[in-house]
């Protein structure tokens, strides 16, 4: 009896030991993505961090949990990243007419008029997705045929990169454009001295000055929407690459409320009045959303010829693209903002914006430094300017997909030698020995697979070409999985606490059914997500 009594007080003395903890992840293949890229397969969290990675047998001595899960050797990676984005533009698209994919004007004219049956009552009929380059006459579409079948309803067609847009003469009338209508760092497309209903770049602020606001019901659904879509492709931070101060407010209102859950990395958009706020407010930072950076316009898009190339378009010899804010403005902001402890993201397509914004930031950065400045896309770079990425500490936040997207028609635009230039991926990462990959969705798709393949792969999504696109630039497994967290983190200036799964940072990770880091290359964007955790909370599980 005494040594049965002693067994069972040294059984309940072991209990008592352990330290009691959230949750148990055992059984599982887990890329830590730390410092040294290593493995284990458990880990515990508590009160929403990491408290200790490592192996079960020894996880399972020290701790006990009020909840485990067995992963039967499911491979596990830190939440995914998603370091430039529309976050909430991805929520009004998803309300909108889907135009992606459409092969002909024709397609899309058909898609409009299901989704205006659909939608009957809805005061404008807007859409995106559109891709002049994905048609068989690959020229800007006109309005003619939307007046035909839409002479009373404002239509406002958004190119996929949203730097380019088809309105119909209803819109044209409402906003008060004539084929004299100017604008800086904008286009409003003439030809024979008619107007065709083309809009590029600032030219579209003409007809967004003249919708509709949508109230903060509308919003609300559509953000609630944006978070859905992103969680189920395993995103646990997301951005929002240009936003204003209602818009972040609102967002942090829902945080708060617990109905947003995914984290935000709100990028100002900016202007006189935002850069005066927030620089004097300064950094605003919660668990979920972290303001601290200005997103600046250099130049357009390619596929719209708004970038700003050093010399004329290929397949336009009279056009080398414009720039969206002028030197004099770029100079002014970058001086305001590097005054304060912001950050700058300026979106450059174009060798010639590259090259202009690179010297600006030098201006100020000097040489090696921690500000972070950001170029984004980074398309198109002469082989003089990626230096000084190096020189400066610039960061390189790519979308590998845009490469993907582009590379059908890219020689057309830049030419056999300047293509070579372009989507530059591993020379930049080289420069700082990181670089940050995200999506731009809705302009690509949203899920992050899609980029970590088209960095290493360098193929579409039918795996085209054999052997992969100008592969010098290519990234490695390893380095393209670093660049959708922890690099995309320290992008973000949230390294220390998000990016990889270690002891003491927030438990974001997401574990999928097959492992990216092993499987063959063609397989990979039909991985599945089974399940986003963020914070160690369960926020999406595949049924």
């Not at 390893?478 to 390294?495: G, H, P, Q, R, V």
């Amino acid at each position: 009896m005494k040594k049965t009594l002693l067994f069972v007080f040294c059984i309940n003395l072991v209990f008592a030991q352990k330290k009691q903890v959230d949750l148990l992840v055992h059984h599982a293949h887990v890329y830590t993505v730390d410092t040294k890229f290593s493995k284990a397969d458990a880990f515990v969290v508590n009160d929403g961090v990491f408290l200790e990675v490592g192996n079960y047998s020894d996880l399972a001595k020290k701790y006990s949990a009020k909840s485990t899960l067995d992963l039967q050797n499911k491979p596990v990676y830190p939440g995914f990243y998603d370091p430039h984005s529309h976050f909430l533009g991805l929520g009004q698209m998803l309300s909108q007419c889907d135009l992606v994919g459409a092969k002909s004007f024709k397609e899309i004219l058909t898609r409009l008029q299901e989704f205006r049956k659909a939608n009957p009552n809805q005061e404008w009929l807007i859409g995106r997705g559109w891709d002049q380059n994905d048609w068989d006459v690959k020229v800007f579409p006109n309005k003619d045929d939307l007046d035909q079948i839409f002479p009373n309803v404002p239509v406002m067609l958004t190119r996929i990169d949203g730097h380019a847009m088809l309105v119909n003469s209803k819109v044209i009338q409402m906003a008060k454009i004539s084929p004299s209508s100017k604008i800086s760092g904008g286009d409003v497309e003439v030809v024979d001295g008619q107007l065709t209903g083309i809009l590029i770049d600032n030219a579209m602020g003409l007809v967004k000055r003249v919708m509709p606001k949508e109230d903060e019901k509308v919003k609300r659904q559509q953000i609630l929407a944006a978070q859905a879509e992103s969680l189920k492709y395993g995103l646990t931070t997301v951005s929002d690459a240009g936003i204003g101060q209602d818009d972040i407010e609102l967002m942090m209102k829902m945080h708060k409320e617990g109905s947003l859950k995914i984290r935000d990395y709100a990028m100002v958009s900016v202007g006189i009045r935002n850069v005066e706020y927030f620089t004097k407010k300064g950094i605003i930072k919660t668990d979920r959303m972290n303001v601290r950076s200005f997103k600046v316009y250099a130049d357009g898009a390619l596929g719209s010829r708004g970038a700003v190339l050093l010399k004329p378009y290929a397949d336009q010899n009279s056009n080398s693209g414009f720039l969206l804010t002028s030197k004099n403005e770029m100079d002014k902001y970058f001086s305001q903002i590097y005054k304060s402890a912001y950050q700058v993201n300026t979106h450059c397509i174009g060798d010639s914006a590259n090259r202009l914004v690179l010297d600006l930031y030098g201006k100020y950065l000097k040489g090696k430094n921690d500000r972070r400045w950001r170029i984004e896309h980074c398309q198109v770079v002469n082989p003089a300017d990626v230096p000084k990425f190096g020189k400066y500490s610039v960061i390189p936040s790519i979308q590998a997909t845009h490469a993907t997207s582009d590379m059908y028609w890219a020689e057309e635009r830049l030419g056999k030698e300047r293509v070579r230039h372009a989507y530059p991926f591993e020379a930049l990462r080289k420069q700082n020995g990181l670089i940050a990959n995200g999506s731009d969705f809705p302009v690509e798709f949203v899920n992050p697979l899609f980029g970590f393949h088209s960095a290493v792969a360098r193929q579409d999504n039918n795996n085209w070409p054999a052997g992969g696109f100008q592969m010098e630039n290519a990234l490695s497994k390893e380095n393209a999985l670093k660049a959708m967290t922890i690099w995309s983190a320290y992008a973000n200036f949230e390294d220390k606490e998000r990016g990889s799964i270690e002891k003491g940072k927030m438990a974001d990770f997401v574990v999928l059914e097959e492992d990216i880091m092993t499987i063959d290359l063609s397989k990979i964007r039909s991985v599945k997500v089974n399940a986003t955790y963020i914070g160690g909370e369960k926020v999406f599980t595949r049924k």
